[in-house]
């Protein structure tokens, strides 16, 4: 017997605990390799302000950890109590990249550990960055199993269904299905594009507050262009995420381009405004879907029409997908714009207006995260396991989930005012201009 209200407050509770997670998760993978670049680059060119900024980020890098931990031990006791049917009709399909999942989180808290108690007790640099390796790996490779749980209920595989339950399984089948090339490499380039980008706007907004020490500069020019190397990544991934879906997902493809019937040379569309399947006040680009799909403009490219009604996600998914793709767009332009200005020493980029829009790339690129994890899980509707079980089928039926939010949701208003208050008062009360005077005063008297 299926409650509706358990139903919908359950998705509600899941979309609210993965929107907040999903924010100290993208930055807990991309922040490892930031520090990891920039203590590289700081060992190569003997460059103590790289060190610094290592340093720095990686304190940091421990509150969103916490928070991370917290956030995704909650996903995992939320996949039990709300969703029980998924859990065992599917669990034990899914049950080995989850417990990889955690066996990366430990391998990467353990090296994180060791790399922070051991700052300043190598006189080899190098040493100390090795460790660090591990922690970058492990960061990554936490993403990398939890994306194939999804990228499987995407596009399930490797078992039989025989009376109602899984047999023959074959968990390795399951975890290399057909979404998970695209998924993974598409969640950690925009994980790195993310904490790029967040990190290049801390310093942009230092720099916008009168700060013009050389170290946020520095800091800026590095990120910047991380943030455009991975921007670009982003962008040729989504293209072959693209593809994937015109293949294997053409319903979440037409729903998320409004686009009704099935032609040949199809037209994408930008913003619009849906009135039945009429689109008003929409900007069309010429073949550009079919290019998407198929990367080629004459391609034909299914339509809406084409499938049945009660399996047709959402359609104002069209919405997030635009909302993605614009700013993921303006972030690489703005990193482009700053590069080349930098080469060409324009003043422009030193102008207020212009670390005004650096300083906006942070809370766009979170924005772009949460709208594209917010498109993937819709466009999937009406499934939890993609042509096997409904979402109303795999959810509990208890009447409790509405009390479950409000008190998850007063646990991560807690936690998010918490990491920003402890954030900020670790970084005010510790300036780089202090650290450095330190640091030096340290030096004079050895």
């Given at each position: 017997?299926?409650?509706?209200?358990?139903?919908?407050?359950?998705?509600?509770?899941?979309?609210?605990?993965?929107?907040f997670?999903?924010?100290?998760a993208?930055i807990?993978?991309?922040?490892?390799?930031?520090?990891?670049?920039?203590?590289?680059?700081?060992?190569?060119n003997?460059?103590?302000?790289?060190?610094?900024?290592?340093?720095?980020?990686?304190?940091?890098?421990?509150?969103?950890?916490?928070?991370?931990?917290?956030?995704?031990?909650?996903?995992?006791?939320?996949?039990?109590?709300?969703w029980?049917?998924?859990?065992?009709?599917?669990?034990?399909?899914?049950?080995?990249?989850?417990?990889?999942?955690?066996?990366?989180?430990?391998?990467?808290?353990?090296?994180?550990?060791?790399?922070?108690?051991?700052?300043?007790?190598?006189?080899?640099?190098?040493?100390h960055?090795?460790?660090?390796?591990?922690?970058?790996?492990?960061?990554?490779?936490?993403?990398?199993?939890?994306?194939?749980?999804?990228?499987?209920?995407?596009?399930?595989?490797?078992?039989?269904?025989?009376?109602g339950?899984?047999?023959?399984?074959?968990?390795?089948?399951?975890?290399?299905n057909?979404?998970?090339?695209?998924?993974?490499?598409?969640v950690?380039?925009?994980?790195?594009?993310?904490?790029?980008?967040?990190?290049?706007?801390?310093?942009?907004?230092?720099?916008?507050?009168?700060?013009?020490?050389?170290?946020?500069?520095?800091?800026?020019y590095?990120?910047?262009?991380?943030?455009?190397?991975?921007?670009?990544?982003?962008?040729?991934?989504?293209?072959?995420?693209?593809?994937?879906?015109?293949e294997?997902?053409?319903?979440?493809?037409?729903?998320?381009?409004?686009?009704?019937?099935?032609?040949?040379?199809?037209?994408?569309?930008?913003?619009?405004?849906?009135?039945?399947e009429?689109?008003?006040?929409?900007?069309?680009?010429?073949?550009?879907?079919?290019?998407?799909?198929?990367?080629?403009?004459?391609a034909?490219?299914?339509?809406?029409?084409?499938?049945?009604?009660?399996?047709?996600?959402?359609l104002?998914?069209?919405?997030?997908?635009d909302?993605?793709?614009?700013?993921?767009?303006?972030?690489?332009?703005?990193?482009?714009?700053?590069i080349?200005?930098?080469?060409?020493r324009?003043?422009?980029?030193?102008?207020?207006?212009?670390?005004?829009?650096?300083?906006?790339?942070?809370?766009?690129?979170?924005?772009?995260?949460?709208?594209g994890?917010?498109?993937?899980?819709?466009?999937?509707?009406?499934?939890?396991?993609?042509?096997y079980?409904?979402?109303?089928?795999?959810?509990?039926?208890?009447?409790?989930?509405?009390?479950?939010?409000?008190?998850?949701?007063i646990?991560?208003?807690?936690?998010?005012?918490?990491?920003?208050?402890?954030?900020?008062?670790?970084?005010r009360?510790?300036?780089?201009?202090?650290?450095?005077a330190?640091?030096?005063?340290?030096?004079?008297?050895?």
């Open positions: 017997m299926i409650n509706e209200e358990a139903v919908f407050w359950s998705r509600v509770l899941t979309e609210t605990t993965l929107s997670h999903i924010i100290y993208t807990g993978v991309g922040i490892p390799l930031m520090i990891m670049i920039a203590q590289w680059v700081g060992i190569k003997n460059d103590e302000h790289y060190i610094l900024l290592a340093r720095r980020w990686a304190r940091g890098f421990v509150i969103t950890v916490a928070i991370g931990v917290v956030t995704g031990t909650a996903i995992g006791l939320q996949l039990s109590l709300l029980p049917n998924f859990m065992q009709f599917a669990g034990q399909v899914i049950a080995l990249p989850l417990f990889m999942e955690t066996f990366a989180f430990f391998f990467e808290a353990i090296f994180l550990g060791i790399y922070l108690y051991t700052w300043d007790r190598f006189e080899d640099q190098r040493k960055l090795l460790l660090l390796i591990p922690v970058a790996i492990g960061a990554s490779m936490s993403a990398v199993f939890i994306t194939i749980v999804n990228a499987f209920m995407n596009a399930p595989q490797g078992f039989e269904v025989l009376n339950e899984l047999v023959n399984i074959q968990p390795l089948i399951a975890m290399f057909p979404a998970m090339p695209t998924k993974v490499a598409h950690l380039a925009s994980a790195y594009m993310t904490a790029a980008f967040v990190l290049a706007s801390i310093a942009g907004i230092r720099l916008l507050q009168g700060s013009n020490h050389i170290y946020h500069k520095k800091a800026l590095l990120l910047m262009k991380l943030g455009f190397i991975f921007s670009v990544a982003t962008a040729l991934i989504g293209d072959f995420s693209g593809k994937y879906l015109s294997y997902q053409p319903e979440k493809l037409a729903a998320a381009e409004w686009h009704f019937e099935t032609e040949e040379g199809a037209e994408l569309l930008l913003f619009g405004v849906l009135e039945g009429d689109v008003k006040y929409e900007i069309r680009i010429p073949y550009a879907l079919s290019i998407l799909a198929h990367s080629n403009p004459k034909e490219v299914l339509g809406l029409n084409e499938f049945p009604q009660n399996e047709i996600p959402p104002y998914i069209h919405y997030l997908f909302s993605m793709v614009m700013i993921g767009m303006f972030l690489l332009f703005v990193s482009l714009v700053y080349v200005a930098m080469s060409r324009w003043s422009f980029i030193k102008k207020r207006w212009f670390r005004w829009v650096v300083g906006a790339c942070g809370p766009l690129s979170i924005i772009a995260i949460e709208v994890w917010w498109l993937t899980e819709v466009g999937r509707q009406p499934w939890i396991l993609r042509g079980m409904r979402t109303e089928q795999g959810a509990t039926t208890s009447g409790s989930v509405d009390l479950m939010l409000l008190l998850f949701c646990l991560y208003i807690v936690l998010g005012i918490g990491s920003i208050v402890v954030l900020r008062r670790m970084f009360k510790n300036p780089i201009e202090r650290e450095i330190e640091r030096h005063a340290d030096r004079k008297v050895k």
